[in-house]
């Protein structure tokens, strides 16, 4: 009955080492106050500078988002008052933006979904304010670092698809390399734009939902949007136009304030920055330093290693992590064997110690290593576990750990019964529950030989001799 529009403003902090237009330190989480000059702060008679790392960074977010690039980048000031913006201004673009007209592919539910780009524009970054009980305290920091925003068409019809978007939109970005997209430590921010109207009559009257720090966030309160706003047309009344805040304790929005127009910011050219022109030479660096992108990458990783939707899916959330499985690939790995051992033991070791798998000392080549040694038999699989999370904290030869441990395979039948016949033994009442069937009482038996063998045995060969000799079959 109803058709639900949804448009995104979506703000990254770029990753230079500098800010947009001085040379104070970008850098996250440093002592407050004290990545600050003149420039940022707007003092009179200071001038700023065009970094053009932020403006390089802008175009390849441009090229990747297929839109249509400006050949100058053309600033202007946007003319507000809020705290944490000494200058009552900001440094923007409004009517000549970096690029327009882009647009994303994204996978959601199977299909691939289309999301149209309006425009993507360079600015500068506000300050960062920080409520301590009656207090409001203020970070500098922040202001003046290089911020892109990215508008899209509405073009999301629910709160999953847009989750589902911006999680594609941060791995996007993430793989570029432009930005760390966290939306949790702000280097990924999104305000939303939702608006209702009964089927086939098209744009309702949109409402802005502001600072929301998580995909989920977003789709919760586009959802509770959603619905307060067909409650409002359905009592008879009209929904107005607002911008309104989430409120994570209690699951609602609330109003925040009416929404500006473009007319109420006042552009005007930024007298002290003239346009800048990159050249021709800057452009082919930027379309020669584009990644393959996270969809495209997903789509050949599915043909050329047999991976499921899911599994390649998995893999190309992080491109370190598709990186290190195509390396451990070519030195030799079997794809769907890598895919189970990275999905599993190595994603728990990555989540326990923090360490990203590509930081440790565990690489795609030694990993390749226990996995061939595992498939030939040299180890078995509790022996490989304890090989891996070896090496992904110290540095060792795979090959020289199992001479130096004793971790080769135990397969002699004539040295695994002794086991058996000392565990089963010990054990007379389970020996007799496996004897009348109970099944799960062999996991006990090979616990036992487990660890009587240091996970050496042949786990078939164990099974076999601990079965055979509670029922009588040798002795």
Known sequence: MYDTFIGLEIHIQLLTKTKVFCGCSNNYGDEPNTNVCPVCLGYPGTLPVLNTDALFMAYQVVGALKCK?????????????????????????????????????????????????????????????IHAGDMSLLDYNRAGTPLLEIVTEPD?????????????????VRTIGVSRGNMEEGNLRCDANISINTHGAGLGTKV??????????????????????????????????????????????VVMRRKEESKDYRYFPEPDLPP???????????????PELPLDRQKRMEAAFSLTDEQASYLCEEKARADYFEAAVAAGSEAQHLYFWMSGDLAALVNKSGTPLEESRLSPEKLATVLRLLDNGAIHGPIAKKMVALL????????????????????????????????????????????????????????????????????????????????????
Do not use: C
């Not at 809020?82 to 299909?111: H, L």
């Not at 019809?157 to 791995?171: I, K, N, P």
């Open 392 to 475: 992904f904290e110290e540095e060792h030869d795979p090959e020289g750990l199992i001479a130096e441990r004793g971790w080769k395979a135990l397969d002699d039948t004539s040295k695994i019964l002794p086991i058996v016949k000392k565990a089963v033994d010990a054990n007379p009442s389970a020996a007799e529950q496996l004897k009348q069937g109970e099944t799960k009482v062999l996991g006990f038996f090979m616990g036992q030989v487990m660890k009587e063998t240091g996970g050496r045995a042949d786990p078939e060969t164990a099974k076999a001799l601990i079965t055979s000799y509670v029922k009588g079959e040798i002795v």
């Open 208 to 253: 802005e939902l502001k600072n929301i720090n998580s995909s989920r966030f977003v789709r919760l309160a586009l959802e509770y949007e959603k619905e307060r706003q067909i409650g409002i047309v359905e009592a008879g009344g009209s929904v107005d136009q607002e911008t309104r805040l989430w409120n994570e304790n209690k699951d609602i929005t």
């Open 156 to 172: 999301l019809r629910s709160g999953e698809e847009t989750e589902a978007f911006l999680r594609y939109f941060r791995t996007l």
């Open 69 to 129: 690039r400006a050949e100058a980048a053309i600033f202007e000031r946007k003319n507000y008052f809020y705290p944490d913006m000494p200058k009552n201004y900001q440094i923007s673009q409004f009517a000549d933006p970096v690029g327009i007209n882009g647009e994303v592919i994204f996978p959601f539910q199977g299909e691939e979904h289309r999301v149209r780009i309006h425009d993507v524009h360079l600015e500068e970054d506000a300050g960062k304010m």
């Open 276 to 290: 800048y022109r990159p050249g021709e030479d800057f452009f082919r660096r930027v379309e020669e330093s584009l």
